[in-house]
């Protein structure tokens, strides 16, 4: 069995980018990933910057155009297999941003849904989604991740 497998049987690393919107969204998952009250890490979900450690990565928001190559970077520097999770109405279908889209799914300036830029395993709706809407997400993400040999 490799090392990275044996790490993620001991701990999974969830990567957050935040590409666009309210914060709405980003403050929820804050509160699921990082409060005392959730407190993910006594499961052993630890949240982490660099998306060479990273297994699941969560995205919030719409994609702004300043954030799509970064984005794609991101998703390409995290190792195989990942999860991808997108988080809250604007990732998943555009919500109040739909009418800058447009019907090719992307314009110069604002690109939704998330899938549009990157592949996404699990969408968790909603604006802004619950803490426990947020772990639950990461949770669906988890069989991709764990039945890598």
Known sequence: MNLKATSRKN????????????????????????????????????LTWN?????????SGVVAWQMVEPLKKIYDSIPEPKGVVAVGAC??????????VGDIGQNEEIW?????VIPVDVKVPGCAPRPEDVI??????????????
């Open 11 to 46: 701990a999974i690393h969830v990567m957050v980018a935040y590409t666009g919107g309210c914060n709405g969204c980003d403050i929820e998952i804050v509160n699921a990933v990082l409060s005392p009250r959730y407190d993910v890490e006594q499961y052993r979900v630890l």
């Open 51 to 59: 998306p060479r450690e990273a297994d699941v990565l969560i995205v």
């Open 91 to 100: 990732a998943v279908n555009g919500n109040v941003y739909k009418n800058l």
């Open 112 to 116: 939704a849904p998330v899938e549009t």
């Open 136 to 149: 639950a997400g990461v949770v669906k993400a988890l069989p991709k991740i764990l039945e890598a040999p």
